[in-house]
């Protein structure tokens, strides 16, 4: 892997969706303990 | 009160007009927000969605070839066009899911249409921020006002408006409903989106896959993009599932609080 923008892609797309998932998650566990 | 009525969402608000005295169990019924049954679904899907992610990157990064005139940067390719693709996917959710919601006014439609806006903007931020850093190399520049990316730009504004809109407006029936109006209107740029290579000049490659001469790639190329769709499908449906769960939730909690809060209820003695 050689280009800056190619790693800056997938690395940015990872932060994005695995930060999304995260969110959903910890929001999932906050309702699951009866937190609004 | 039959199941039909039972997910109708405008059953506790109207009953609260009435200044009836409700209780939280009717209302959450009323509700449709019966707690989310645990199921297999998120786990089986959440294994599917990694291991369709790691078999997409040992495939984008390692397997496929480099391209010839583009050289490693077009292996963002891989990861740019699935999540433009379930993106739109997506935007045609919250079309569908909007009409059947001003059909049938069932949260559930609301739930659906709220969760696949709000996941399909997550996808197309993801083509926002991935298709400038391709781009740059390839075209000298992050960004060009062509009719691709402006139409696409203002399909990610119309998606975003609509999850701003259902923030702003508290009262959930006339949140359901307006929000159904913008999905509905906000879907006739997807079409945009899709000709706006073929109606106009633009920067922006055409089909590739698409194509009428049949698919303008070589095969590797092609079965690794057919494992980013199959991901980021998989990813968009374990992302919508954990939203509606979520979505559910909250309404279950929402529902008794509005009773409360609404005038006809406080001025009851």
């Known amino acids: ?36 | 009160m039959s199941t039909t009525d039972a997910s109708r969402q405008d059953a506790p608000v109207s009953a609260a007009r009435v200044g009836a005295t409700v209780p939280v169990e009717t209302v959450m019924t009323a509700w449709g927000a019966a707690p989310p049954r645990r199921s297999l679904l998120v786990p089986v899907l959440a294994a599917a969605t990694a291991l369709s992610m790691a078999v997409l990157l040992l495939g984008a990064l390692l397997w496929a070839p480099a391209d010839r005139l583009q050289g490693d940067v077009q292996r963002i390719f891989y990861i740019h066009v699935p999540a433009a693709w379930i993106g739109m996917l997506g935007f045609t959710v919250v079309f569908v899911a909007s009409i059947a919601y001003l059909v049938t006014r069932s949260a559930r439609w609301d739930r659906l249409a709220a969760s696949s806006a709000e996941v399909g903007v997550v996808f197309t931020t993801g083509v926002m921020v991935t298709g400038p850093l391709w781009a740059r190399p390839i075209w000298g520049v992050y960004w060009d006002w062509d009719p691709r990316l402006t139409s696409f730009f203002v399909l990610w504004l119309l998606y975003v408006s609509y999850l701003v809109l259902r923030s702003y407006v508290p009262e959930p029936t006339r949140r359901a409903r307006y929000s159904a109006v913008l999905g509905i209107v906000a879907f006739l740029d997807v079409p945009l989106v899709y000709v706006s290579v073929r109606w106009w000049r633009s920067l922006h490659p055409g089909p590739v896959v698409a194509n009428p001469d049949g698919p303008q790639l070589p095969g590797e190329m092609l079965a690794v993009l057919g494992v980013g769709i199959a991901a980021f499908t998989l990813l968009y449906l374990l992302l919508v599932r954990l939203r509606i769960d979520n979505a559910v939730r909250e309404d279950e909690r929402a529902a008794p609080v509005r009773i409360a809060d609404t005038p006809s209820s406080r001025s009851r003695p």
């Open chain 1, 1 to 36: 892997m050689t280009s800056p923008y190619l790693l800056a892609a997938y690395l940015g797309s990872a932060a994005l969706y695995g930060g999304y998932l995260a969110h959903l998650l910890r929001r999932r566990r906050a309702l699951a303990h009866g937190s609004r």
